[in-house]
């Protein structure tokens, strides 16, 4: 059942970087007109964003965190017998890769993280597993950057299905305003790979939840284009300091509340 659903999950998102645009009826999402340059570009930033640009943050195990994340959008890879309340993206992003014919060291294809606890990966960080696996995730950022546009493109339908109908009309506007700039463009972009798209019933604080359609909803009104990018930035900040509001005080999330908000300034800026 697992591999049958991870197989649908792949092939939701490589219908979704298709050429020729969505089917007739369905609201057009972003990242399908990108220039090598523009891609290249925001593979860039969020590579800064997540691992600040380095090569050793490509592997990293957060502190407070039960998995490590991986790659340039630091993937979600669960140790086996762990399920957090986090999608899983680190075996959807290797079953893409393999799709388009990567060749990934032999521990990327391993169902779950061979490192249990925090302890085991850092005594194994120069290790030739996490060595192996640096070295490839650097030589193929692009690769990276295409998963990533695709389940940015794949998460709009989702959204629009899971939001209360009254609300639908509001997020399909306001994604459309925010998506006519590049910044805007990165800014949907990089907010449904840092926080997902907010349609994940387990991703949710006291029934209130943090991704993308969250941050839609709670935009103020703003004309298209730059504006509206500013106004993503914002509504992004105050849906993520509620989130930390709500969050279960042992997992002292307030720590990351300056780095997240730095993160969603970049929204409001120039890509």
Not at 172 to 178: G, L, S
Not at 209 to 232: N, T, Y
Request: aromatic share 10%; with cysteine.
């Amino acid at each position: 059942m697992q591999a049958a659903c991870l197989v649908c999950s792949v092939m939701v998102l490589l219908s979704a970087c298709a050429p020729g645009g969505p089917p007739a009826g369905q609201v057009s999402a972003v990242g399908g007109n990108l220039t090598a340059a523009q891609k290249a570009a925001i593979g860039k930033k969020i590579w800064q964003n997540e691992c600040a640009g380095t090569v050793a943050g490509l592997t990293t195990w957060n502190a407070g965190e039960e998995f490590p994340s991986i790659g340039i959008g630091h993937f979600i890879w669960y140790p086996a017998g762990f399920k957090g309340r986090f999608e899983e993206s680190w075996p959807p992003f290797v079953a893409f890769a393999r799709q388009r014919g990567a060749d990934l060291p032999a521990v990327a294809l391993e169902a779950h993280s061979p490192w249990k606890t925090k302890a085991e990966f850092q005594a194994d960080f120069k290790g030739t597993r996490l060595t192996a696996l640096r070295t490839w995730l650097a030589a193929n950022v692009g690769m990276q950057t295409d998963f990533i546009i695709a389940r940015s493109r794949a998460a709009l339908p989702k959204i629009l299905a899971a939001a209360p109908a009254s609300e639908r009309a509001r997020i399909e506007a306001n994604y459309r305003k925010v998506s006519t700039t590049s910044q805007g463009t990165y800014a949907l972009i990089d907010y449904v790979n840092f926080k997902g798209d907010g349609t994940q019933a387990s991703e949710k604080y006291n029934g209130q939840g943090w991704g993308l359609m969250q941050v839609l909803g709670g935009m103020k009104d703003a004309p298209s284009g730059a504006p509206a990018a500013a106004e993503f930035a914002a509504s992004a900040k105050r849906i993520l300091s509620r989130r930390i509001a709500n969050s279960p005080p042992g997992r002292g999330e307030k720590r990351w509340e300056e780095g997240w908000h730095n993160r969603c300034g970049t929204y409001a800026r120039p890509l």
